[in-house]
C-alpha cells in the first residue's frame, strides 16, 4: 500500500517547494519590475523571497533558470492576455487588430516587469535568447493577424517578415509613448498601430 504524502501545516512536502519557487518567481519579478535585470541576483531574490540559499537551489540550478522562469510566465501572461483580448473580438477586422493592441498595451503600461522583460536588453544570454523566442511568438501572433487583413496577397514568408517589422515598429512606438517622447491619449495610439498594421497588410516582395 503506498504511503500518504507527509503534510505539515496544511501542505505536502511537493506543495511547500512549488509555494517556494513561486515565491522566487514572485521576488525577482518584483525586483524586475523597480529596478531592472542587473538587480536580480541569487542573493537580493533570496531576501526579497525570505528564503535561504538552500531553498533557490532547491527549484533553480543558478540565476539564469530562475531568470528563464520569471520571464517565461511574463510570456505566457501576455500571451494569455491577448488571446483573450482576441476572441473578446470575435473575427471582424480591425476589431482584432485594435483589441489585441490594445491589450498589450495596456499589460506593458501596467506592469513595469513586463516592459523591461520585452524592451529592455537583459545581462544574460539565456533570456536574451527567451526574449528572442517572445518575440518570435508575438511574430507569429502578428502574422496570423496579416493573413486575416489581407488573404491571397502575401505569403507566408512576407507575412512573417512583415509581422518582425511591425514588432519593431510597435516596440519604438511604445518605448516612445511610455518614457513621455510622445504624449498621445491611449485610443489614438491603439488607433495608430493598428492602420500602421493594416498599411502593411499587403506588402508583397514576391
Same mark, same amino acid.
Given at each position: 500500500m503506498a504511503k500518504s504524502p507527509r503534510v505539515y501545516g496544511g501542505e505536502t512536502a511537493e506543495q511547500r517547494t512549488e509555494r517556494r519557487r %513561486? %515565491?522566487? *518567481?514572485? /521576488?525577482?519579478?518584483? +525586483?524586475?519590475r523597480t529596478e531592472?535585470? $542587473?538587480?536580480?541576483?541569487m542573493r537580493s531574490v533570496c531576501a526579497r523571497a525570505g528564503l535561504g540559499d538552500r531553498y533557490f537551489y532547491e527549484s533553480f540550478s543558478d540565476r539564469d533558470a530562475l531568470l528563464? /522562469?520569471?520571464?517565461? @510566465? *511574463?510570456?505566457?501572461?501576455a !500571451?494569455?492576455?491577448? $488571446? &483573450?483580448a482576441l476572441v473578446a473580438a470575435g473575427d471582424v477586422q480591425p476589431a482584432r487588430a485594435n483589441a489585441a493592441i490594445g491589450a498589450l498595451i495596456d499589460l506593458i503600461e501596467d506592469d513595469a516587469s513586463t516592459r523591461r522583460a520585452l524592451f529592455e536588453t537583459p545581462d544574460s544570454q539565456? *533570456?536574451?535568447?527567451?526574449?528572442?523566442r517572445a518575440l518570435r511568438t508575438f511574430a507569429v501572433l502578428v502574422a496570423g493577424e496579416l /493573413?486575416? @487583413?489581407?488573404? $491571397?496577397?502575401?505569403?507566408? !514568408?512576407?507575412?512573417e517578415l512583415t509581422a518582425h517589422?511591425?514588432?519593431g515598429?510597435? %516596440?519604438? +512606438?511604445?518605448?516612445?509613448?511610455?518614457?513621455? @517622447?510622445?504624449?498621445?491619449?491611449? @485610443?489614438?495610439? *491603439? /488607433?495608430?498601430? &493598428?492602420?500602421i498594421t493594416g498599411a502593411v497588410a499587403r506588402i508583397s516582395s514576391r
Open positions: %513561486q %515565491q522566487l *518567481i514572485d /521576488a525577482a519579478r518584483d +525586483l524586475l531592472g535585470w $542587473g538587480a536580480t541576483s528563464s /522562469a520569471v520571464f517565461d @510566465e *511574463i510570456e505566457r501572461d !500571451v494569455a492576455r491577448v $488571446g &483573450a539565456a *533570456i536574451h535568447t527567451h526574449r528572442r /493573413a486575416a @487583413e489581407a488573404p $491571397g496577397e502575401a505569403d507566408e !514568408v512576407d507575412r517589422a511591425l514588432l515598429a510597435f %516596440q519604438e +512606438l511604445l518605448t516612445a509613448t511610455t518614457e513621455g @517622447e510622445v504624449d498621445v491619449p491611449r @485610443e489614438r495610439l *491603439i /488607433a495608430h498601430a &493598428a492602420a
